[in-house]
């Protein structure tokens, strides 16, 4: 393959002694050229095969425009650690490319991808981050078309001057970007902290959308649910097994012969029984739309867009068809705003027959996956008006993605947030709602992998990102099932998924044991709820990611630079520096179970309390973790205060009105913050009226307090809260409650000692007033 791009991309495979030769030997020729009085003549280039037209396989590129490509080169001293760029199945921190293929940016629907490999998978952002003790900057490379880019990692000579006088070496990483067209448009982001970066780059691509909050709960997925009666049956499974559940999903099965916004009338003869089945349980359904359309004069969809012209053309301005699911299909063309104002009308309820309001949207094969066409997409000739699909292939999933999201805001008379799931991503697709990894496969490795891949992710703003749970392809043990659960808890998109040629994996289908710890490790994702709330809340408002790697709050500990396989999850943003909540090292290896695991806590003069037995650990150290099979290593981080619902139900909106607990993690100072957020869960109103709750609490001098941080907003709430857990305290004499009208009475408490855990027990107090609560 690298041959072959050679031939239309300036390369790297050239050694420095080369290019010094090539250098030399155009000097001498320039000066044998040129003679006084002589007029000057450039020689004429020699066309190199694939210059002007390019066979792959049994494809042709007719190149209309001729030979192009653009490049430029970086250089950053100091730096050895630089990330981004995804989507690769790859380690975090990018690899030195010297020697070997660059890592690939071109959105292409991969059959079982390979793990420690920089080919192209599914998105594309071309963002990457470098970081030293100093500095954190950004460089974007705005390009839709097919981009590589070389790493290259070493050191270099720098003379010292002064009181001092000689050589030393020091770090530096260079970067080739190479676009096959385009225009040179780079954005260069200084920082120079890490959330500086965030902020930067947010600014020009746009922050995380806010997604509606039953998304943020446990999804159940498989290629495909048969029918009706099949997903009734899988929803009363759950219930029977007291496993908390938001969405079911269909995928292309359910439609009338891969006729997307259709249902196949003999599985599915009455979809808004079905929904309204799961709607009487306050749960929600996920139906497949992908922009390949059935080339056929019966389908409403097809005929309507080839009779507005909203089809991509082939080079010969012709219709461009390729083949994928339904068989011959039409492509439309997303670039076009009138294409996608159409598209969007088509999930009104009176168009998209059968839906109703808790039916979402699921977009894949958006690269655009052509099963017939070059690497299983499209031909790079074909047209979008003037534009050749060349020039902006890595945009296409990302306006397949807006056009969905606002047909979804739409339907509701734009009152509605929206959610839309895309395989396919580019630059700012974080505004249209989530990704996931693709088609993993039910190995370990993929497990493993998962956690770097969410983290470049949101390193590049695509903060709503998971993998799927138990993997896509092939069949998982239950060990491996139960481990994936675990791990999916603590991730941002939690869904469960499977290939059709695989047995069914319900929850409950391995054994009482298995069941059982697959139901906690989802009903702790449940309690767990309004703290991945507030934060999606943060990410929208400020474009900081909400899983991070452990070097975005500990940006000078070098310890953590390389850190892959542990994360924090998110932040509370203080008045001053940001206060890291979390940090998760999944059990991502059947040996662990026997041997253990590492966790390094960061964070010199810190305290770290394991979640579930709230022993206390200092930071800055590797902490050893013995493992049984309902081990999920979890630490909050002294002087934070997490939210929790401890009150699971069967899904997340039958929780509305729950009450909170409080679990207050005091530093070696004994103090901690955290912050509360509630709204309706669901529509814009937080945004449009106002309709939210904002407030800070806060442990200081023995008292903890809750405060206003929007005081011009408003939600009523019924929610109060029922335990407030202190971890590291002291044993009290007396706990007394100050509410907002000033009265003052006791409250209830018990001291454990061994763990000093102090729990106060019902201070009955609203979630959205003011009060304290004394120890004295």
């Known amino acids: 393959m690298w041959d072959k791009i050679k031939s239309v991309f300036s390369s790297k495979s050239q050694t420095d002694t080369e290019e010094a030769g090539e250098k030399e030997d155009t000097e001498k020729h320039d ?160 920082g120079p902290r890490p959330n500086d970066v965030f902020t930067q780059y947010s600014s020009l691509t746009g922050t995380q959308a806010f997604p509606p909050l039953s998304s943020l709960a446990y999804h159940q997925c498989r290629w495909n649910y048969n029918d009706q009666e099949d997903v009734s049956a899988v929803d009363q499974g759950f219930d029977e097994h007291d496993i908390p559940y938001d969405f079911i999903w269909l995928d292309i099965e359910h439609t009338d012969g891969k006729r997307y916004f259709t249902w196949d009338n003999n599985k599915f003869p009455q979809p808004k029984d079905m929904l309204q089945g799961l709607l009487d349980k306050r749960r929600k359904m996920v139906t497949i739309v992908d922009p390949h359309i059935k080339v056929d004069s019966s389908y409403k969809i097809h005929t309507e867009i080839r009779s507005r012209g909203y089809y991509i053309k082939n080079k010969d301005g012709g219709d461009y068809e390729g083949w994928c699911w339904p068989g011959n299909a039409g492509y439309p063309d997303f670039t076009n705003p009138e294409m996608r104002k159409w598209w969007a009308s088509m999930f009104a309820y009176d168009q998209y027959e059968g839906s109703m309001e808790n039916l979402y949207t699921w977009n894949d094969m958006n690269e655009p996956s052509v099963f017939n066409g070059p690497e299983v997409t499209m031909h790079k000739d074909a047209l979008h008006g003037p534009w050749e699909h060349r020039d902006i292939h890595n945009l296409y999933g990302f306006y397949v993605q807006m056009a969905t999201a606002e047909g979804q805001i739409q339907r509701s008379g734009g009152l509605e947030r929206p959610f839309v799931l895309t395989r396919a991503f580019f630059a700012g697709s974080q505004r249209y709602g989530a990704v996931w990894t693709g088609d993993n496969a039910a190995e370990w490795g993929h497990l493993k992998m998962s956690i770097p891949m969410c983290l470049s992710l949101g390193l590049v703003g695509i903060s709503f990102c998971g993998a799927d749970v138990g993997g896509f392809f092939k069949t998982p043990s239950a060990e491996l099932l139960v481990r994936w659960y675990q791990a999916g808890a603590y991730q941002p998109f939690f869904r469960a998924h499977a290939h059709l040629d695989t047995p069914r994996r319900e929850p409950w289908l391995f054994g009482p044991d298995n069941t059982a710890l697959i139901r906690e490790a989802v009903r702790q994702r449940y309690t767990l709820l309004p703290y991945w709330y507030l934060q999606f809340y943060h990410a929208q408002r400020t474009g900081q990611p909400v899983m991070r790697p452990l070097w975005v709050e500990y940006p000078e500990d070098i310890a953590t630079f390389s850190i892959d396989n542990e994360f924090l999850i998110a932040l509370q943003p203080g008045e001053d520096d940001a206060l ?17 695991v590492t966790a390094y ?144 009475s006791s409250v209830e408490f018990e001291f454990d000692p061994d763990t000093a855990v102090l729990t106060l027990r019902k201070p009955g107090v609203n979630a959205g007033v003011n009060w304290t609560l004394h120890l004295r």
Request: glycine content about 8%.
């Open 31 to 190: 000066k044998e050229k040129v003679s006084e009085g002589e007029e000057e003549e450039a020689e004429e280039e020699v066309d190199q095969p694939g210059m002007w037209e390019e066979t792959f396989k049994t494809h042709a590129d007719t190149k209309p425009n001729g030979p192009s490509s653009i490049s430029l080169d970086f250089s950053l001293p100091g730096v050895e650690h630089v990330y981004g760029i995804p989507e690769h199945a790859d380690g975090l921190k990018l690899k030195n490319t010297d020697g070997g293929d660059p890592y690939r940016l071109y959105n292409l629907d991969v059959f079982q991808y390979e793990l420690f490999n920089p080919m192209a998978l599914y998105g594309a952002v071309p963002v990457l981050l470098s970081h030293n003790t100093h500095r954190t900057m950004g460089l974007f490379w705005l390009n839709a078309a097919e981009t590589w880019v070389d790493v290259s990692s070493g050191q270099v000579g720098v003379c010292v001057t002064g009181s001092h006088t000689g050589s030393s070496e020091v770090p530096q990483t260079d970067v080739r970007w190479i676009s096959e067209s385009g225009i040179i448009d780079v954005f260069i982001m200084l």
């Open 601 to 744: 806590l960061p964070g010199n003069g810190e305290v770290w309390y394991d979640v579930h037995t709230f022993q206390r650990h200092d930071g800055a150290q590797n902490l050893s973790i013995p493992v049984t099979m309902s081990s999920i290593p979890v630490f909050q981080r002294g002087g934070s205060i997490i939210c929790r619902k401890n009150r699971v139900r069967r899904s997340s909106s039958c929780m509305e009105n729950d009450p909170y607990t409080l679990y207050v993690a005091l530093d070696s100072q004994g103090n901690a913050e955290g912050e509360i957020y509630i709204d309706d869960g669901h529509t814009f109103k937080h945004k449009t009226d106002k309709q939210f709750i904002h407030r800070r609490l806060s442990f200081t001098a023995n008292s903890l307090s809750s405060s206003d941080l929007s005081p011009d907003s408003q939600f009523p709430t019924a929610s109060w809260v029922e335990q407030v857990n202190i971890l590291g305290a002291q044993k009290p004499d007396a706990v007394t409650l100050t509410a907002t009208d000033g009265g003052e």
């Open 580 to 596: 890291p909540q979390a940090t998760s090292p999944p059990v991502c290896s059947s040996d662990e179970r026997s041997s253990g």
